[in-house]
């Protein structure tokens, strides 16, 4: 009976020391490719370096990031406020913040920034690039994902079918935007 708790214990430990949780993994094979960058901490402090993978589900979001000793890192939306990253001359920000509609953390992009509302849209698909370097493939639908935020409210999906409703039950508590 000793040997079958001993199989657990080792099993639960390998399943909890896992790639997601801001562990070290091994440098992906595309880390050329990677953006310079920096995340934003939980302290709102700025590590720089590379970003590189981003992963991104209705229940799962990550990025990998390089630090600048070359140190690769996958890192799950709840462990950092968010990254910023250089693409072909401007800056891309995305924060991470919690979803109640599927009770997790998620990175969204910043589209627009204003001093009452803020737009973010969810990346495109399931996944933009493959975290483990493995050959599979996810098949999700392609819908863009829109999410807006009244100042210190949470956030909230907005889509085709129901973005009027929802932002007359947002703007009664904004006058000054009507």
């Known amino acids: 009976m000793k040997p079958h708790y001993f199989l657990l214990i080792c099993i639960g430990l390998l399943w909890s020391s896992s790639d997601l949780n801001g562990q070290r993994i091994s440098l992906p094979e595309n880390a050329e490719s990677a953006n310079e960058g920096y995340i934003v901490t939980l302290d709102n402090k700025r590590l720089t370096g590379k970003i ?3 992963f991104y589900s209705d ?10 000793f070359g140190t690769p890192y996958q890192l799950r939306a709840e462990l950092i406020s968010g990254f910023v990253f250089e ?19 998620s990175f969204l992009k910043v589209l627009e920034k204003g001093a009452l509302v803020t737009l973010f849209k969810a990346p495109n698909g ?3 690039r493959d975290l483990r370097e ?7 639908l392609s819908s863009d994902k829109y999410w807006l935020k009244f100042r210190e409210k949470r956030p909230f999906e907005i889509n085709w079918s129901n973005y009027k409703s929802m932002l007359k039950e947002q703007l009664i508590y904004y006058p000054e935007i009507r």
């Not at 229940?59 to 600048?68: E, G, K, R, W």
């Not at 493995?134 to 999700?140: F, H, L």
């Open 134 to 140: 493995v050959d599979t493939k996810i098949s999700a």
């Open 52 to 54: 590189g993978d981003v």
């Open 87 to 105: 693409d072909n001359a401007s800056l891309i920000e995305y924060v991470s913040l919690f979803q109640p509609e599927f009770n997790n953390w």
């Open 59 to 68: 229940f799962f979001s990550a990025v990998v990031f390089i630090n600048d």
């Open 126 to 128: 399931s996944t933009i």
